[in-house]
Each structure stands twice: as structure tokens, then as C-alpha cells.
């Protein structure tokens, strides 16, 4: 069975541009990492007991692929073979602690400016991420950007995730 290398190396690139453009915020999350599923946990892990949402988790996760002749547009037309091009989701997300929660057990309004300050850095690198990752595309690769839009409160996680398209080469 072969390996879609094409999708792993552009959500690879898309984390890659992700994780340096947090870093270069003045509180980065702690983990960055590519996600599976339907949507992104909020873990604690059970052997060391860290809390990836309060350490800060940032991640690229593939969602739904279409089929796209005329990208971003889904194809609604019937195959009598298979479709020759698609589009692909990708998600940038990221998770911090809810104010109230671990490291800022009191909940002020200082405690929310910070993480509206995170949550505007956050907004920031994503557009930023996009920059970078699309000199990571081949030339005419086409992507567009369908939301960004605030994450929870859900678990006692607050963050910010992202939908993307991107256009995959044809495949026959």
C-alpha cells in the first residue's frame, strides 16, 4: 500500500510554519503536534499527569477531503470514474487554560487580558503561518481559508482553530 506523501509533507510544512510563528510569540504553547479524528481532545496524559491544554497544545489536524474540479468548490456531479481532483481540510489549531483553571485558579479581569493578549498573538500567527506555509506549496497550488474561530470553553481549554483548503495534485 503506498503512503500519500504529498498530504504528510503538507501538513508537516503547514506545523513546521505553525510552531515558528508561536515561538515567536511572547508565551508559546508547550506541545505541537499533527491530530487525527473528528476533532482535538483536551488530555491530560495519565502517566505524568501533564495537562497538554494548560502546558499550551498547537496543532495540524487533516480533516474531510472532496472531490474539487473547481476548487474550493465540492463537485456535485456523478463519477463515472474516479475524480481527478480534490480538496483537502486542514485545521491549524491551539488550546490554552481557561482562565479559572490550573496555573490561574482565580478568574479576574486580568486573568481574562491575558488570555485575550494570547488569543490575539494566537490570531496573529495563524495569518502569519499562512505566509510562511504558502512558500511551501508548489507554484499554483491554490488553498483558501474558510474560518478562523474561537475554540470552548470545552474542558477548561480555550483557544482558536482554523479551516483551510488546499488543492491536491491530480492523481491520474
Known amino acids: 500500500m503506498a503512503v500519500d506523501t504529498w498530504i504528510t509533507q503538507t501538513a508537516n510544512d503547514l506545523l513546521a510554519c505553525w510552531q515558528e510563528q508561536l515561538k515567536a510569540n511572547p508565551d508559546p504553547p508547550a506541545d505541537f503536534c499533527v491530530r487525527v479524528g ?8 495519565p502517566i505524568t499527569g501533564e495537562d497538554q491544554c494548560c502546558e499550551g497544545l498547537a496543532w495540524v489536524r487533516v480533516g474531510n477531503m472532496v472531490p474539487s474540479s473547481n476548487f474550493p468548490d465540492v463537485d456535485t456531479t456523478y463519477y ?3 475524480p481527478v481532483t480534490w480538496a483537502l481540510e486542514l485545521e491549524l489549531g491551539i488550546m490554552r487554560c481557561m482562565p479559572g483553571q490550573a496555573q490561574t485558579p482565580i478568574v479576574s479581569c486580568s486573568n481574562y487580558q491575558k488570555a485575550f493578549t494570547h488569543d490575539v498573538n494566537d490570531l496573529r500567527a495563524m495569518e502569519e503561518t499562512l505566509c510562511c506555509w504558502k512558500g511551501t506549496l508548489s507554484k499554483g497550488r491554490l488553498f483558501a481559508v474558510l474560518s478562523a474561530e474561537p475554540y470552548g470553553p470545552r474542558g477548561g481549554c480555550i483557544g482558536r482553530t482554523m479551516q483551510l483548503l488546499v488543492q491536491k495534485p491530480k492523481c491520474c
Open 80 to 82: 463515472k470514474c474516479y
Open 38 to 45: 473528528e476533532s482535538v481532545a483536551e488530555d491530560i496524559d
